[in-house]
């Protein structure tokens, strides 16, 4: 690629998304990842519903998505383009793992009907553990925040 030349972003669809992350319904929280560039950045999304289990205790007369599930829906839109950046024949094997939380800052309620990105960005990486700095977004007005640390292994 020469100097100027735009660069190629990827994108995972939910079946990518599934082959890169182990979890499952309920507790995939991403429907797809848009604007990959290897592991240096991209933009998760999740579509809030009001029939997602959840809500039937978070609060069942005004339902809020909850904050912790915002961070791990950052933790699993790094990791899957960690375990994309690591794709091989055995990438199988390998699995990620959420290690820390920092500076996480809740800013305004996510409602059924909502579309949250999470826009992750690299802040660093040594071997086998990469370090996110992560904004929840709806309509672009950032609802969540943090910086979040993973660590891929072998099974």
Partial sequence: MTEGTPKELGSADIQKV?????????????????????????IGIKNVTANEPQFTGHFPKQPIFPGVLLI??????????CCRHIATPDASSKQVFFMTIDKCKFRKPVVPGDQVRFHMKKTNRKRTMWWFR????????LVAEAEIGAMLVAE
Wanted: charged share 30%.
């Fill in 18 to 42: 599934m082959e890169y992350l182990p979890h499952r319904y309920p507790f995939l929280m991403i429907d797809r990842i848009i604007e990959i560039d290897e592991d240096n950045s991209c």
């Fill in 72 to 81: 791990e829906a950052m933790a699993q839109t790094a990791g899957a383009i």
């Fill in 134 to 141: 992560g904004e929840a977004r709806v309509d672009g007005v």
